[in-house]
């Protein structure tokens, strides 16, 4: 059975996400920071629940730890937690790339050793379209016109440190993707996207490629990406 662990998994396609590939048989670990919701959706889903703030140390360690002692390896990594807000300012800055760059450090070196032990050894980075230098320099992309400059900027740092951590360990597969404009909490403001399920299907896809499927790329539902 494959082991997946996915962070931010409570709600939205993070919580999908767990659904769908628990539907195809993996043994799925939804970490979220707060221990209520995650508990309510693991029980929901049927899931294993391990609490994990992607932005605490401590909090990580001993996520892995837990999933460690009980299972020995990890196969799947997804990286789901993310904060999305509009403000500019220095502490909103540190908030969203403590959350949407810097946790994916935390995280993936935390569960490097678990990474490891698995025979197929898969890193998932739900990064986004808005972080890609090509999208939003094309006025003809949506993009180009959104004002999510920190969300952004925190996402091109998710996809740069994809790249790089594929090109660090070649025995294990990074790679990120553009799940679609989805109607979550976190776009509410915006009054767009389709639905959690939709956009979860595309992190699934990445999710469930075989030993042979590419590595330091950013992916969309059609493909590969201009980064």
Request: charged share 20%.
């Given at each position: 059975m494959t082991v997946t662990l996915i962070t931010g998994a409570n709600k939205g396609i993070g919580y999908e996400?767990?659904?769908q590939l628990l539907e195809r048989g993996h043994d799925v670990w939804i970490g979220?920071?707060?221990?209520g919701r995650g508990e309510k959706a693991a029980a929901e889903l049927g899931a294993r629940f391990v609490q994990l703030d992607v932005t605490d140390d401590a909090s990580v360690a001993a996520a892995l730890a837990s999933i460690d002692?009980?299972?020995?390896?990890?196969?799947?990594?997804?990286?789901?937690?993310?904060?999305?807000?509009?403000?500019?300012?220095?502490?909103?800055?540190?908030?969203?790339?403590?959350?949407?760059?810097?946790?994916?450090?935390r995280v993936t070196?935390?569960?490097?050793?678990?990474?490891?032990?698995?025979?197929?050894?898969?890193v998932v980075t739900v990064s986004s379209?808005?972080?890609?230098?090509?999208?939003?320099?094309?006025?003809?992309?949506?993009?180009?016109?959104l004002p999510i400059a920190l969300y952004a900027?925190?996402?091109?740092?998710?996809?740069?440190?994809?790249?790089?951590?594929?090109?660090?360990?070649?025995?294990?597969r990074f790679n990120a993707l553009?799940?679609?404009t989805t109607a979550t909490d976190m776009t509410a403001s915006f009054g767009i996207g389709r639905s959690p399920e939709e956009?979860?299907?595309?992190?699934?896809?990445?999710?469930?490629?075989?030993?042979?499927?590419?590595?330091?790329?950013?992916?969309?539902?059609?493909?590969?990406?201009?980064?």
């Open positions: 996400t767990a659904k979220a920071r707060d221990a002692a009980a299972e020995g390896r990890l196969d799947v990594l997804v990286h789901n937690a993310g904060v999305l807000d509009t403000t500019l300012d220095g502490p909103t800055a540190l908030r969203s790339f403590d959350t949407n760059a810097v946790g994916i450090v070196e935390a569960a490097l050793p678990l990474l490891r032990r698995s025979e197929s050894p898969h379209s808005a972080g890609s230098f090509w999208a939003v320099t094309h006025p003809e992309r949506p993009e180009y016109t900027a925190s996402k091109a740092a998710a996809t740069m440190l994809t790249v790089q951590y594929a090109k660090a360990h070649p025995g294990i553009e799940p679609g956009s979860a299907a595309v992190v699934v896809a990445l999710a469930t490629l075989g030993p042979d499927g590419p590595t330091g790329t950013l992916q969309d539902e059609n493909g590969p990406l201009p980064f």
